[in-house]
C-alpha cells in the first residue's frame, strides 16, 4: 500500500479547494477568473457556475456567476433578515455549496444585530427564483446552511445556541422529509467538516470534555444515514507524568469524504493534548476501517489534509516546512493512491 506525492503549483489555499474544477476547465470560460465579479466559495463540478459573496472581508450578500451569458445576479435577502453568504465564510471551503446543475446554492442568512450575539441566523437554499429558510433543529436558536447535495434536495449545516445561553452545536441535515440531528455522544460541539454527494454520508469532528483528565477530546467522525463511527488514528497512549493518568488520544478530524462516502481524510495532532486539531501535524486516508498515513517529503515537518477527489484517490494537502532563514513555508502537495483498495 502506497500513497505517492505529487507536486502542485503553489497557489492561494482559498481558490484551490473553492475552485479546482473551474480552473481545470478554465480554457472553456468566455471570462477569465479575475473577470468574475464575485468573491468565490464553490463551483459546480463542470465549472459553468460560482458562488460567492460580494467581499471576503465583510460579505452582506451572496452572489452566482453563470458561464451562460457570464452573468452574475445578488441572491435575495430573505425578509427580516441584513446579509447573506454563500455557504458560512468560516468552514466552506471543504463543502459542495453549489447543486451540480449549478441552479441551486446553500448559505446563510444573517440579522446584523447576531454580531451582538441578540439577533439570528437561518440556513437557506436558493434554487431559481425559489427562496426557503430551514429553521435550525429543535432546541437551538440559530442555522447556519454549509454544503448541499449534487442534486440540490438536501442541505447541510449546523444548530447552534440554546435559550439558556449555551453555546453548543450540532450538525444538521435538512432533507424533504424534515431534519437530522448528527452529534457525537457526550460532545458539547459537533461540527460536519463535509458531505458526500448525496449527503447520505457526513465526516467531521466533535469536542467532547473529559472530567478524568480535564480537557477536551477532540474526535473525528463519520455519519452514515444516523449511525456514527468515531475515527480514532493509531496512537501511543500517553502519560501525564503530574496526575499518573492517561492522556486522552491526539485531537483528530475528519475533513473530507469520497463521493461515495467510503473514503474519508483526516488530520491528526499527535502533540496536541487538549488543543484544537485545526494545527494537524500528520494526515491519513481512512478506507475500510484502515488507516493510511500520507507520508511527508523530506525535509518537511507536518501535513494538513484539505481536500479530496470525488473518487477518494488523490488528497491534496498543505506540507509545512522552513526555509533557509527559519521562515515558516506552506505549500500544496497532491497524494495519490493508486492500486489502494
Not at 439570528?120 to 437554499?125: L, N, T
Not at 497512549?237 to 491526539?250: A, S
Request: glycine share 12%.
Amino acid at each position: 500500500m502506497d500513497l505517492r506525492p505529487m507536486d502542485l503549483p503553489h497557489r492561494n489555499l482559498l481558490a484551490t479547494s473553492v475552485l479546482a474544477s473551474l480552473l481545470a476547465r478554465a480554457a472553456l470560460a468566455q471570462a477569465t477568473l479575475s473577470e468574475i465579479p464575485i468573491y468565490p466559495e464553490g463551483s459546480n463540478p463542470a465549472g459553468t457556475a460560482v458562488a460567492g459573496t460580494d467581499s471576503g472581508e465583510s460579505p452582506t450578500a451572496a452572489r452566482k456567476w453563470t458561464l451562460t451569458g457570464n452573468s452574475t445576479v445578488t441572491l435575495a435577502t430573505p425578509s427580516g433578515f441584513d446579509r447573506t453568504c454563500a455557504g458560512s465564510p468560516e468552514y466552506t471551503r471543504r463543502h459542495r455549496i453549489i447543486s451540480d446543475d449549478g441552479v441551486a446554492v446553500v448559505g446563510t442568512a444573517f440579522s446584523d444585530a447576531d454580531d451582538v450575539g441578540t439577533g439570528h441566523a437561518r440556513a437557506v437554499r436558493w434554487n431559481g427564483n425559489s427562496l426557503t429558510v430551514f429553521a435550525p433543529f429543535p432546541g437551538y436558536e440559530h442555522g447556519e446552511g454549509w454544503a448541499i447535495s449534487a442534486n440540490g434536495q438536501m442541505i447541510l449545516g449546523r444548530s447552534y445556541g440554546t435559550a439558556d445561553g449555551g453555546l453548543g452545536s450540532v450538525g444538521t441535515r435538512w432533507t424533504t422529509a424534515g431534519m437530522d440531528k448528527i452529534e457525537v455522544a457526550g460532545a458539547e460541539v459537533t461540527y460536519p467538516a463535509a458531505g458526500n454527494a448525496d449527503l447520505s454520508v457526513v465526516v467531521g469532528s466533535a469536542e467532547r470534555y473529559s472530567e478524568t483528565t480535564m480537557s477536551y477530546d477532540i474526535v473525528a467522525f463519520r455519519w452514515n444515514n444516523g449511525q456514527l463511527q468515531e475515527l480514532r488514528p493509531p496512537y501511543q497512549p500517553g502519560w501525564d507524568p503530574d496526575t499518573g493518568t492517561e492522556l486522552p488520544p491526539p485531537p483528530a478530524g475528519a475533513v473530507a469524504v469520497s463521493d461515495s462516502g467510503e473514503v474519508v481524510a483526516v488530520n491528526e495532532n499527535p502533540d496536541g493534548y487538549g488543543e484544537s486539531w485545526l494545527y494537524p501535524q500528520q494526515a491519513f486516508r481512512w478506507h475500510g476501517d484502515r488507516f493510511t498515513l500520507i507520508p511527508l517529503p523530506e525535509g518537511y515537518s507536518g501535513a494538513c489534509a484539505k481536500v479530496m477527489s470525488g473518487d477518494g484517490s488523490t488528497i491534496v494537502c498543505k506540507l509545512t516546512r522552513y526555509d533557509e532563514s527559519g521562515t515558516e513555508v506552506h505549500e500544496l502537495h497532491a497524494f495519490t493512491s493508486e492500486g489502494l483498495v
